[in-house]
Nanobody
Framework: QVQLVESGGGLVQSGGSLRLSCATS????????MGWYRQAPGKERELVAT???????AYADSVKARFTISKDIAKNTVYLQMNNLKPEDTAVYYC?????????WGQGAQVTVSS
């Protein structure tokens, strides 16, 4: 069982920055893929960014060049640095982990971008 604890959400003005953190209860090397999804009101949950245990990254087109996913192995933590935020980035952001065939989710962190 992998437990994920997110932090770092909040309210920011358009053009601002936030950094989300996701701490895992397990050694990060044991996790195949970690990432971030988001869900805006009335919309389906969508992929934002992922990072594999070999450090391969992938991003949704809507966040490329603005968001960066990274990890700190010593802290068993994954980060999502979000720059140049836009009102359409407003959503609940969920940390995600996949280990073997199992998927795990964090509790969600609200990110609100005002115009």
């Amino acid at each position: 069982q992998v437990q994920l604890v997110e932090s770092g959400g909040g309210l920011v003005q358009s053009g601002g920055s936030l950094r989300l953190s996701c701490a895992t209860s397990e050694i990060i090397f044991s996790i195949n893929v970690m990432g971030w999804y988001r869900q805006a009101p009335g919309k389906e949950r969508e992929l934002v960014a992922t990072i594999s245990n070999s450090d391969a990254t992938a991003y949704a087109d809507s966040v490329k060049a603005r968001f960066t996913i990274s990890k700190d192995i010593a802290k068993n933590t994954v980060y999502l640095q979000m720059n140049n935020l836009k009102p359409e980035d407003t959503a609940v952001y969920y940390c995600y982990a996949r280990r073997w065939q199992y998927d795990y989710w964090g509790q969600g962190a609200q990110v609100t971008v005002s115009s």
